[in-house]
Structure formats: C-alpha cells, structure tokens
C-alpha cells in the first residue's frame, strides 16, 4: 500500500473516529516519521546561478573544484543528482564525439540538452519525457 494512501487513511480516523494520530498511525501500518514527512521540492536556480558566476570567473575550473568553492560559500544541493546528470552526459555525449573546437561542443551539447529536457524518458519521472510529466502534473 502506497505510503500517500495510507497517511489519507491515518487523517480520516482522525476526523472520523477521533484517534490520535499516534494510533492511527499505527493502524495503517504507517510511521509517524511517514506521516509528517513533507517532501521538499528544490529550487536549482540560486546554485545555478552561482555555478555560472563561477564558472564564468574561473574558467578553466572542473566539477570538483567548483563544487568545493559552492560548498565553502555554504550552499546546500543535491550532489548525487548532478553526479548522475554529469554521469549522463559524459555517456552519451563526451564518450561519443570527439569534438573539433569548443564551437562544435557547444553546438551537440545544446542540441543534446534540448532533447533531454524535452523528449528523452527519465527514470526519476517514471519513464516518462519531462513534457510528459509536466502535462500529467498540470492536470492533477
């Protein structure tokens, strides 16, 4: 049983039945943790703005350095994400072409980003495209 349906459950004793949240946690087989857990969803824009405020200043820094520099400035971000992003990208873009000018990079890396953010299935959205899952969330 999925761990949404059960905290709707747990608040329907509550108002129906007048239990605690507590007992009717443990009704549901659901944790308490569970229950007031709030899922936050991130705003990448503050780190990547920062990132290209970086990365422009300093341009012939790697991943690591930079990421050492976000964290000395004391700013929180998922590191595993971009580690699988950059995972990704070497993947199927880097490991697949070998580029003749900085130009050309740049040019398969905007068109490579383009499908990506558009037509390429994400696991982490059920493999669904990110268009996809857009639609499917405004309609909810």
């Known amino acids: 049983m999925p761990t949404k349906a059960r ?3 747990a608040q329907q004793l509550q108002q129906n039945h007048s239990v605690t949240i507590a007992m009717s946690c443990a009704i549901v087989g659901l944790s308490r943790c569970a229950y007031y857990y709030q899922p936050k969803l991130q705003d990448d824009s503050v780190i990547v703005s920062v990132l290209n405020a970086i990365t422009d200043w300093h341009l012939r ?4 350095k930079c990421f050492n ?3 000395k400035l004391g700013y929180k971000w998922n590191h595993k994400r ?3 992003f950059n995972r990704t990208y070497r993947t ?3 490991d697949l072409y070998l580029f003749n000018n900085l130009a050309q990079a740049r040019r398969i890396t905007e068109e490579w980003l383009t499908i990506y953010n558009t037509e390429r299935p994400h696991e982490a959205l059920n493999n669904m495209t990110p268009l996809e899952y857009k639609t499917l ?3 909810a």
């Open 61 to 64: 820094w790697g991943f690591p």
């Open 7 to 9: 905290k709707t459950w």
């Open 82 to 84: 971009v580690e699988r």
């Open 137 to 139: 969330k405004q309609a």
């Open 69 to 71: 520099r976000i964290k």
């Open 92 to 94: 199927e873009v880097l």
